[in-house]
């Protein structure tokens, strides 16, 4: 892809967001500024409607009410290949790597927004696929390096501990450069050095040309790495502000500790 055609990175606005199934609502109003240069940290008990977010900016879902914004750009109606063409990036709550690939092939997958002939024929061996498929696996290798484990690129997913599995696919995530980087739960089932191993690679990632936003249960993690935090509660924003702010909130205590009263 020509680096040339991209532009400042803007920040996401969130307007009034609101999101129902058969008349459960699983988001209420919600209203966040997701800033370009941050880490953003999306917290909130099971259930808070905190993937169903994420649903919403990829255009998975589509909320009934609101808006989101980048930039002039508004996406509600943007499906969601065009919004993974806008820069759009995001890993799941489950590790969704392709087991029959290696590393590297599982992270080259990630350049299919920006791919020319689409990423099956540079899997193939096409005379035009072939030099894409060398500079894709070029582009796999340097995702790799970046965080810290170009070492596992040959390895196939049943090889790697499941904190080598979480950085292999944040690889795929940002191996094409996204403009918005959406994490959903990528500590789930580390353990705690994998954590601090983790951490130091979002810590990393952070940059003034990406929106970076965290889904997690692990409250030190999002202590540890993010500027802003954002708290939903039953599909509504309880809280948000600093890491200090959001930990000193008694409306945050309350739902993470329980109410003792009740
Ligand atoms: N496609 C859907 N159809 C109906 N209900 C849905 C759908 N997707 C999500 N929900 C409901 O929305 C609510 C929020 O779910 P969501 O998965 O967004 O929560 P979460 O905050 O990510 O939870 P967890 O921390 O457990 O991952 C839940 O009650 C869920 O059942
Ligand atoms: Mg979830």
């Known amino acids: 892809m020509s680096t040339a055609v991209m532009t400042k990175v803007d920040s996401l606005l ?11 609502k699983v988001l209420t109003d919600i209203s966040m500024s997701l800033n370009a240069g941050d880490i953003t940290g999306l917290i909130g008990p099971n259930g808070a409607g905190k993937t169903s977010f994420f649903n919403c900016l990829t255009g998975i879902y ?7 914004r980048m930039g002039e750009e508004r996406l509600e109606k943007v499906p969601p290949t065009q919004r993974a063409a806008l820069g759009f990036s995001r890993s799941f709550q489950h590790v969704a790597l392709c087991p029959e690939l290696t590393v590297a ?5 990630g350049l299919d927004r920006l791919s020319r002939t689409g990423w099956l024929s540079a899997f193939l061996p096409l005379a035009g696929g072939r030099a894409e498929r060398q500079h894709n696996r ?24 499941p904190g080598l599995l979480r950085l292999a696919e944040i690889a795929r995530a940002i191996v094409g450069e996204p403009k918005v ?7 789930a089932g580390l353990n705690s050095v994998e954590t601090r191993s983790l951490a130091l690679a979002l810590k990393s990632l952070r940059s003034p040309d990406l929106v970076l936003v965290v889904v997690e249960h692990d409250m030190d993690l999002i202590m540890d790495v993010c ?7 039953v599909g509504k924003l309880l809280a948000s502000g600093s890491p200090d702010q959001v930990r000193d909130n008694p409306d945050v205590v309350r739902v993470y500790l329980g109410d003792e009263d009740e």
Request: hydrophobic share 45%.
């Open 138 to 161: 070029q582009r796999a290798q340097e995702a790799l390096e970046r965080l810290g484990i170009a070492h596992v690129a040959d390895l196939m997913p049943s090889e790697l501990p």
């Open 105 to 109: 092939e599982n992270v080259m997958i």
């Open 227 to 233: 500027d802003r935090i954002y708290v939903l509660n």
């Open 181 to 187: 980087l959406l994490l959903d739960e990528p500590a």
């Open 62 to 68: 589509s909320p009934q009410k609101g808006s989101i």
């Open 14 to 24: 969130v307007d009034n967001l609101s999101l129902s199934f058969g008349g459960v």
